[in-house]
C-alpha cells in the first residue's frame, strides 16, 4: 500500500538510524525523499544503503537558519513540493550532574535540538502543502526526568511546547504537528548514553534500562519510523498537537 504515494518528504537527521529507517520507510509507500544531514559523506552513505533515484540529500546545519531555508528551498527545487517534514535531527549531549553539566554543550543542544526544530518549522511551513504533515522527534525523556541528561532532557520537553504551539498556528492550513516520543533506542546515541552512565559498563546500564521497559528491550529504529509514517500519512488526518510513545510500555507505569 502506498501510503505517501507522490508525497514529498524532507527528513533531518536523515543519515541517522531513525532517518534512514524512516526513508526507506516513506520510499516503499510511494514518497520522495529530501534527507537532511551535517556531514555530507554520512548522507552519501545513507544514498547508496536506500538505492533509489527518489531520494536526494542536502547538506545542512540545523542550527542556522539559512541553512534552514537552503534545505526547504532545495526540496521544492528537486521535486517541486513539501508534503511532510520529519523535523528529526538531534544530539544527546553528555551524561553530568547538573551542578557541573558543560554551559557549551548545554548550548549545543539546545541549539540543535530546538533551535533547529524551530528553524526547520519556520522555514518549511511557508513552502509546505496545505493538509501536510510535521513530525518532531522528542523522546520520553520529554515526558520526564533522568538525572545527569540535563541538556537533552530539557530540549525533548522544550519541543513538546514548540510542536503545540506550531500545531495551533498552523491549523488553519490543515498542517499537522506531532511529536514521536521514543523509548531508549538500540543505536549509536544510546551506546554513547549507556557509556556516559558508567564508563566501562555500558553492556550493564543497557540491560538494566530494559528492565524499566516493560516488553524488555530497546525499540528497533524501523519501529519509530513505522510510528512517523502512521503521522505523516492520511490515516492520521485528525491527529494533530499531540505526542506519541513508542516506548515498549513505559508510559504504563
Same mark, same amino acid.
Given at each position: 500500500?502506498?501510503r ?42 545513507a544514498?547508496?544503503?536506500?538505492? @533509489?533515484e ?16 537552503n ?6 527545487e ?23 553539566y ?9 541549539a ?21 504533515s510535521?513530525?518532531? @522527534? ?60 558508567a ?33 505523516? @500519512? ?20
Open positions: 500500500m502506498n505517501l504515494k507522490d508525497k514529498v518528504a524532507v527528513i533531518t537527521g536523515g543519515a541517522g538510524s531513525i532517518g534512514k529507517a524512516t526513508a526507506k520507510l516513506f520510499l516503499a509507500h510511494g514518497a520522495k525523499v529530501m534527507l537532511v544531514d551535517l556531514g555530507e559523506d554520512a548522507l552519501k552513505e544514498i547508496a544503503e536506500l538505492g @533509489s527518489n531520494v536526494a540529500y542536502t547538506v545542512a546545519d540545523v542550527t542556522k537558519f539559512a541553512d534552514a531555508e534545505y526547504a528551498q532545495k526540496t521544492v528537486r521535486f517541486g513540493a513539501i508534503d511532510v517534514f520529519f523535523n528529526n535531527a538531534g544530539i544527546e549531549g553528555v551524561v553530568k550532574p547538573l551542578t557541573e558543560p554551559e557549551d554543550v548545554f548550548d549545543k543542544v539546545l540543535v535540538n530546538v533551535k533547529g526544530v524551530w528553524f526547520g518549522n519556520k522555514a518549511v511551513y511557508p513552502k509546505m502543502n496545505d493538509g501536510g510535521i513530525i518532531i @522527534s522528542s523522546s520520553v525523556a520529554g515526558l520526564s526526568g533522568t538525572a545527569g541528561t540535563l541538556a537533552y532532557t530539557t530540549s525533548k520537553h522544550a519541543v513538546i511546547g514548540l510542536m503545540k504551539v506550531s500545531a495551533l498556528e498552523f491549523a488553519e492550513r490543515k498542517i499537522r504537528v506531532n511529536t514521536v516520543n521514543p523509548s531508549p533506542v538500540d543505536n549509536r546515541m544510546m551506546r554513547s548514553l549507556e557509556e556516559g552512565f564508563p566501562g559498563h555500558a553492556a550493564a546500564v543497557k540491560a538494566d534500562l530494559e528492565k524499566t521497559i516493560p516488553l524488555a528491550r530497546y525499540a528497533q529504529p524501523e519501529e519509530i519510523s513505522a510510528m512517523v509514517l502512521f503521522l505523516a @500519512s492520511d490515516d492520521s488526518k485528525f491527529i494533530t498537537g499531540t505526542y506519541n510513545r513508542v516506548d515498549g510500555g513505559m508510559g504504563a507505569k
